[in-house]
């Protein structure tokens, strides 16, 4: 149980373009989704915090306008990287909290990562 | 502030043999840590987890360890397997809904 499914699972696009990436909570119902980056041999870094039909809490530093996040039902939140540049290229990777875990001592599962890369 | 970092970047250990990830906190606000795996390409998987009024948690070849006074976290794999190799990453959530990261621990099994 508690699978996140994250789509694509890599993306290329050109410098100036959108690209949206998916999460999905596919045998729960999650709250609380969570987005990530990872730049190669680095630690996660929380990027946002989405909450099912609210707008997302975005951590300090990073732009709400160049990073959409949508959380329009409880199984699934969107990240839209706005005008791609080379300096996005990522690992993007969502993670979800469940109904039934709604007190923080609890894991967060993980999708599988989306890997973008802007020429 | 809040911070979850470890003390080694790589880990080298010889299959079989057990293998030991540390990690330290600056902030005593947590009160819960989870650790986790990621294999290449792949995110973060659950391990273990523990709660911060307990000390010692076991699971199948994994072993927690907290140490609240020095604010030090470790885990434990015994007997390592080649399907061990991956980065460790300790997190915690000092007080609130968020998981704060460690900076990770490449374990790599020599066979």
């Known amino acids: 149980g508690a699978v996140v499914s994250q789509h694509p699972s890599w993306v290329i696009c050109k410098s100036g373009t959108s690209v949206k990436i998916e999460c999905r909570s596919l045998?729960?119902?999650?709250?609380?989704m969570f987005w990530y980056r990872q730049f190669p041999k680095q630690s996660l870094m929380l990027m946002a915090t989405?909450?099912?039909?609210?707008?997302?809490?975005?951590e300090q530093g990073v732009e709400k306008d160049k990073f959409l996040i949508n959380h329009a039902s409880l199984t699934l939140s969107t990240l839209t990287v706005t005008s791609a540049h080379p300096e996005d290229s990522s690992f993007y990777i969502c993670?979800?909290?469940?109904?039934?875990?709604?007190?923080?001592?609890?894991?967060?599962?993980f999708g599988n990562g989306t890997r973008l890369t802007v020429t | 502030g809040e911070s979850v970092g470890l003390h080694l970047p790589t880990l080298s250990v010889q299959e079989g043999d057990n293998s030991i990830i540390n990690c330290a906190y600056s902030?005593?606000?947590?009160?819960?840590f989870i650790w986790y795996k990621q294999e290449s390409g792949k995110g973060p998987q659950f391990i273990i987890d523990?709660?911060?009024?307990?000390d010692k948690r076991q699971g199948q070849r994994v072993t927690v360890l907290l140490n609240k006074t020095v604010k030090h976290l470790s885990l434990q794999i015994a007997a390592t397997q080649p399907g061990d190799s991956a980065v460790y990453f300790c997190?915690?959530?000092?007080?609130?809904?968020?998981?704060?990261f460690g900076t990770g621990t490449r374990l790599t099994i020599i066979p």
């Open positions: 993670s979800a909290r469940g109904l039934a875990e709604v007190i923080y001592n609890s894991p967060l599962h």
């Open positions: 045998d729960f119902q999650a709250t609380t």
């Open positions: 989405s909450n099912e039909g609210s707008k997302a809490t975005y």
């Open positions: 902030n005593s606000a947590s009160d819960y």
């Open positions: 523990i709660r911060s009024n307990m």
């Open positions: 997190a915690g959530n000092f007080g609130n809904e968020k998981l704060t």
